[in-house]
């Protein structure tokens, strides 16, 4: 266990000075992220979809949550056990979301917009259900200690499935906020995808948020299970802080603005200047967040309030370029940046990302970043970011990649219990609780499975490595430390490499123009009912807008878990996969195309945009 819209693009290309390696050969950042993402599927937990990429894992958990009445089936195993630990995961599709809103257009252009949203899905569908009142939030299955004394696989579990909650007698604002940071970053995310999912998660997100604003209390000290292994050593003031930053973002409600403003003091979020982003310590992403609204002109009449989280911001990013007088983020000799030995590849993909993020910004504002060591400009603090990366996937002392499967030289003995178990499709005999250990744990072989997209541990503070399974503080995968690295990885896949050996000063690329957001907006409407041979049945309009500033002249549309007929688009030869209807051969902006379908019972079908052209 590890212990763990507001800005618009700039409209014309900038050239500056990169900081990175002309020499360096260029590296597979879409290949990277798609396994980034593949790693997420081999973490769910309950009934797996028949169509997956990762055929080793079968179902599992599925009776998660039975004992204490409610379903909690489904969600993300958390690395290398089984526990499922709310507040990590929490974090996790907060990061993975903050990742699409982002770089949306580039993760089209990887082909892995759709595999990410159902990355998010997969998690805030779980937090639905354990949301079972305003007031209540079941946080935890699992038991740590118990599962850790097995080394089985998921489908053979027979540890306990204890879960536990907190209510207003028992409160958890840590876990509670970050849930309802989770929602809210995910609303915004699925808006133009599915507008009623949208709706639901903010609902649950608001009602999360107030819940932990209005019972305050460290969620470790209410559930001592998850202190061991996840404790809040920073205090729930900035997860409250981090839920509102995230409702206004979703909102646009300045209520959330202003509870941000008049408690950034009390709560820390001004006065904290901090060298760590991670799950259990939001500082860094609210103050790089909050700096975006200034960067992009806006603020207002809380202008000056947002000039400090923006200065704690920069405090950030110049302690991790190593440009912050002295008092930067440690490095080891090869040039990773090194917050902890245990799991300190965590720190890595989180400030990659946050770096990437703020390079952005900073492009898109024209403006540069003044650190105590000297002006910075955008491109330098990408470069920076890409250090990370490029350390990540090999290049490095040891020349190993630190994500499973990327690669010719990868950990092999993972720590982590189905990577190294035989797949039950390759052996249906229960492994018992001890006979892993025995048989798989203590082996010497290699993994059966590739766990692809894993992020182990890493190195130590000299770039040393053991390759051992029972290296768990550097062999061991999370999804805190994947989630983050999957939108920085998506981002490089779209900035140009160097042009050649000897040139220091490719091209920075501005990020993609995400005003407006995705290229079509759908808004889902249920306009009629009824009831058949005791089925019942539902009439969906679905209204298409092209939000992307340009006409249309071609869409393809992934439709999911279609159970009738539709309207007003026309199939293609492949699965699930729509175009214009014949009578339509341009979209203008702003124009609408409807779309309706017949569902039988159940929730409305997921549209989405797979591929599009402008002209």
């Not at 207003?168 to 940071?181: D, I, K, L, R, W």
């Not at 190593?322 to 490095?331: A, E, H, P």
């Not at 399974?469 to 989630?483: D, I, K």
Request: hydrophobic share 40%.
């Amino acid at each position: 266990m590890a212990r763990l819209t507001t800005a618009s693009a700039a409209a014309v290309a900038l050239l500056l000075l990169a900081a990175s390696s002309a020499s360096a050969s260029p590296m597979d950042y879409g290949g990277a992220f798609d396994k980034c993402l593949q790693f997420f599927e081999a973490q769910r937990s309950g009934k797996l979809p028949a169509e997956r990429a990762v055929k080793w894992r079968g179902d599992s958990g599925l009776t998660d949550g039975y004992l204490q009445g409610v379903d909690l089936v489904g969600g993300y195993y958390d690395a290398g056990d089984h526990v499922k630990f709310g507040f990590p995961m929490a974090y996790a599709v907060t990061m993975l979301s903050w990742g699409v809103l982002e770089f949306e257009k580039e993760m089209v252009a990887a082909d892995d917009l759709n595999r990410a949203l159902d990355a998010i899905r997969w998690g805030t569908n779980y937090f639905l259900k354990a949301h079972t009142e305003p007031n209540v939030l079941w946080v935890q299955v699992g038991d740590g200690d118990s599962d850790h004394l097995c080394w089985e696989r998921a489908e053979d579990m027979s540890t306990p499935r204890t879960a536990f909650k907190i209510d207003a007698s028992h409160p958890g604002s840590e876990v509670a906020g970050e849930t309802a940071a989770a929602l809210a970053a995910a609303s915004k995310a699925f808006r133009h995808y599915d507008s009623m999912y949208a709706d639901l998660l903010l609902m649950h997100a608001k009602q999360l948020f107030s819940f932990a604003d209005t019972f305050r209390g460290r969620y470790d000290d209410s559930l001592q299970c998850a202190k061991k292994f996840y404790p809040s050593a920073s205090g729930y003031q900035d997860e409250l802080l981090w839920a509102a930053v995230w409702l206004y973002e979703a909102t646009g409600d300045e209520t959330y603005l202003d509870y941000v403003v008049r408690n950034g003091e009390y709560l820390g979020g001004t006065g904290w200047a901090v060298r760590e982003f991670s799950w259990d310590n939001k500082y860094a992403g609210i103050q790089v967040l909050l700096s975006k609204v200034l960067l992009a002109g806006g603020g207002g009449d809380y202008a000056d309030t947002l000039k400090q989280f923006q200065a704690k911001a920069e405090f950030f990013v110049c302690a991790c370029i190593q440009k912050n007088g002295g008092n930067n983020v440690k490095t080891t000799p090869g040039g990773l940046l090194y917050v902890a030995d245990w799991n300190n590849m965590q720190y890595v993909s989180s400030a990659s990302f946050l770096l990437t993020v703020f390079a952005d910004y900073l492009a898109e504002s024209g403006d540069t970043l003044k650190c105590p060591d000297g002006e910075v400009k955008p491109a330098e603090i990408l470069a920076f970011a890409r250090s990370q990366a490029d350390y990540v996937l090999g290049k490095n002392p040891l020349s190993m990649s630190y994500m499973v499967g990327h690669g010719d030289k990868f950990p092999s003995h993972v720590h982590h219990r189905g990577a190294s178990i035989p797949s039950v499709y390759a052996v249906n005999d229960t492994v018992g609780c001890m006979d892993g250990f025995d048989a798989y744990y203590n082996s010497p072989g290699a993994d059966p499975n590739v766990l692809h997209g894993a992020l182990v541990g890493g190195p130590d503070c000299n770039d040393g490595f053991l390759d051992d399974r029972s290296n768990y503080q550097r062999a061991e995968p999370t999804l805190v430390a994947a989630a983050p690295m999957c939108g920085v990885l998506a981002r490089l896949a779209a900035e140009p490499a160097s042009s050649g050996a000897g040139d220091s000063t490719p091209g920075y690329q501005p990020p993609a123009s995400h005003e407006g957001g995705a290229p079509l907006e759908f808004v889902h409407t249920v306009t009629n009912s009824w009831m058949t041979n005791g089925v019942e049945y539902y009439r969906h309009a679905v209204t298409a807008k092209n939000t992307c500033g340009q006409p249309i002249t071609y869409v393809k549309l992934h439709i999911k878990e279609l159970t009738g007929a539709i309207y007003g688009v026309s199939a293609t030869q492949a699965k699930e996969m729509y175009e214009f209807p014949s009578w339509v051969s341009r979209l203008e902006a702003g124009d609408k195309l409807n779309i309706v379908y017949i569902q039988e019972g159940g929730p409305p079908a997921k549209i989405s945009v797979v591929d599009y052209k402008t002209g």
